[in-house]
Every structure is written in C-alpha cells, then in structure tokens.
C-alpha cells in the first residue's frame, strides 16, 4: 500500500503527534505500507518534492511541536493559477499521485486545506484527512486537534497578566488567534477567568466595555483582563457593508483590533490600557497531554478508514464520539460560535461580559 501524507496550512503543536498515529497504526496493522511524506504542504506534491519515509522517521516525535513535513498555504482561490514556475497546480498534483502510484493522500489540514483535499477527491484521487488548527473552525467537527494545546498557551498568558494587572490597577486586553471565530477566546477566556470576552461572532459595544470596566471600579476592582478575538469587531463596523468595511480599515493606523480597542477605551476612560499579543506563540511548542492523546486517536481513526478504503472522508468528532464526514460536507465551511451556544450562557452566567448590550 504506498500513502501520500502532507501537511497543510498553518502548523499546531500536535502534527507530529497525529502523523505519528496514521503511520504506527498502519505499521503495525499491515506488512506492506510505503509513506511518501510531501514537503511543504501541497507544494511538495505539486512540485513532486517528497522523502519516502521510514518507519523511525515517526518515532520521537510525539512531543515535537511543528510539522516534521514542513507545511505552507496554497490557497484554494489561485488553485486553478499556474505557480511561480508556471505549473498547474491540480494538474501536477494528480501527476504526481499517479507517478508515484499511490493508494491515497493522507492530509491534515485546516478550512482552506480541506477546500483542495475535496477537489482532489472530486478528481478521482482517494483522499483521507484530518482536521487540524488552533481554531477550532472545521465544520462537521467538534474538535480539531492543536486547539487544545493552543487554549493552554492562551490561558497562560491571560494568567500571567493577571498579576502585573492587579499591581498597576490597569485595563489589559489579550488578543488571542481564531482568525474569524472566537472559539479560542472562548475556552482560554474562561479558563483564564477574563471580565470581558470580545468574539467576531457576538459584535461588541464600546459603551458596554467601558460600563463593565466602571461597574468592576466601583465593586472595588481597580483592574479588568479582556480577551479579545482576532477578528473581534465592534457592532458599528458590523453594521457596515463589506466594502464600506473595507475603506473604513484602510483608514486604521493600528496594528491590530486591540489596540485599536485600547486606543478608544484610552480616550474615553482616561485609564491606563495595555495591550498583550501572544501571536503565533499559541502554534508553538510541546503539544499539551491531552491535544497530543487527541491527535493520536484521531491518527489512529485516519489509519482505520484508509485501511477499510473508506476514502473520501475527514475524521470528525460527532456527539463526543469518533466517526467520520465527507469531504465536500466540510469543505467550503466555517464552524462559527453560535450566540445560542451553551458557552456563551454559562460565560454570562458567570458574569463575564461579551460587550454586547444588555
Ligand atoms: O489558522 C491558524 C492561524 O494561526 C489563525 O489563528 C491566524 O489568524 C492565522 O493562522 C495566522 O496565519 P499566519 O501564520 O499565516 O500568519
């Protein structure tokens, strides 16, 4: 059986962890299985740039966060546009699938990953993956692993502002990853015990801000932690077309959605904000015990429908359990927060204001 494995789009910390999973589960359940590691994502097999991998290659890397494969963004809007060389892209893609004969193309990958996995699967190719990112957005998943991880190192940061806020009597704002969802704000906002949690799906009010940051003061709380999305915006821009939004963003001079926040609470509270960016910290390093657990299981499962040649599909987590979903039922998706989701209540419940009007 020859396998066909990439890694694609922005990396996590538990990569290594589920290719470790696919490859042991398929050593140890089959005599014959040959793995053609792509480098660098989709480029590597468009490009034919591959290592035939050896059974040691897997071991070790459990713990090692990044990609042993290396990984890169091949957006799925220029997959039908020659690359630099001029290449087609889906064209060299099933060249190389053919050329090196193989039984099916194991891909981990986020959203914009999957779009190109179904196109693939769409062409003839079989095609097995597995949802991998920091945030937590595939459709038809609960759970992708490196978010786990990811909410560890976002919960951590929120913690250690926590002391530094509470000496100076400041605002802070943490500005955590989740491109346009505010999953990981969510779970590490929570565990991070954030006063106010700011996510792209619940627009917030900047009145509404400030009246917290007022009620805690008087409640004798001189200082107030907000997480706060990446993609978080307030409820005047969501009112505006996405061209109007667009010109209106040319016209920022911040770097990004907090200080901008900051720039406004600063102005019109008169108090002292901070702003903290973790960034691309939340990928980086060892995978937490439980995303690494995670991404094995998920590696194993992945293992399992290549084997049974149920091809076509993304290993998912349905109602708590393992299972699996077509590709073009991801594909093309985004698994947003819905306001009625049960963490939003219970957040509230707690007191913590998701800056929206009461
Ligand atoms: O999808 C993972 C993610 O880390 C997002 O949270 C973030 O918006 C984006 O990737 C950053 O992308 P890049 O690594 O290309 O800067």
């Known amino acids: 059986m020859k396998i066909g494995m990439l890694t694609s789009g922005g990396d996590c910390q538990s990569l290594n962890a589920a290719m470790r999973g696919v490859a042991k589960t398929l ?3 089959t005599n014959d299985v040959e793995i053609y590691g792509f480098l660098d994502g989709y480029k590597g097999m468009i490009t034919k740039n591959y290592k035939l991998m050896k059974e040691e290659d897997f071991s070790g890397i459990l713990t090692e966060g990044g990609t042993i494969l290396g990984t890169s963004r091949t957006p799925f809007k220029y997959i039908n ?11 060299g893609m099933i060249k190389t699938y053919k050329d090196l004969k193989l039984d099916c193309l194991v ?6 990953s999957h779009k190109t996995a179904a196109l693939l699967s769409q062409k003839g190719l079989n095609v097995v993956t597995l949802p991998k990112t920091i945030d937590n957005d595939i459709e038809g998943t609960e759970m992708s692993f490196g978010f786990q991880s990811a909410i560890d190192v976002a919960t951590r940061t929120i913690d250690e502002i926590h002391t530094t806020a509470a000496s100076h009597s400041r605002v802070f704002i943490v500005e955590i990853m989740g491109h346009k969802t505010g999953w990981l704000t969510l779970h590490s906002g929570i565990a991070g015990g954030a006063d106010i949690i700011l996510i792209p799906e619940i627009p917030y009010n900047v009145n509404e801000v400030l009246n917290t940051i007022k009620k805690r003061e008087k409640q004798g709380k001189k200082f107030t932690i907000i997480a706060m999305a990446e993609g978080a915006i307030s409820d005047e821009d969501a009112k505006l077309s996405k061209k109007e939004l667009k010109e209106k963003i040319k016209t920022y001079t911040f770097p990004s959605v907090a200080y901008q926040l900051s720039d406004e609470l600063q102005k019109r509270a008169g108090q002292e904000v901070r702003v903290t960016i973790p960034g691309h910290v939340q990928r980086g390093g060892i995978p937490s015990a439980s995303d690494r657990t995670f991404a094995t299981r998920i590696g194993v499962e992945a293992a399992g429908l290549i084997l049974r040649k149920e091809y076509g599909n993304m290993v998912c987590i349905k109602d708590g359990k393992f299972s699996k979903i077509p590709l073009e039922e991801v594909a093309g998706k985004t698994k947003m927060v819905n306001a009625d989701n049960e963490l939003i ?8 204001s998701l800056g929206r009007k009461a």
């Not at 546009?81 to 889906?90: C, L, M, T």
């Not at 891909?107 to 914009?112: E, R, T, V």
């Not at 209540?345 to 913590?352: F, P, T, V, W």
């Open 27 to 29: 050593y140890n359940n």
């Open 81 to 91: 546009e020659p690359d630099e060389e001029g290449r087609d892209k889906v064209a």
């Open 107 to 112: 891909m981990l990958g986020g959203n914009g």
């Open 345 to 352: 209540r219970q957040a509230e419940s707690l007191g913590i």
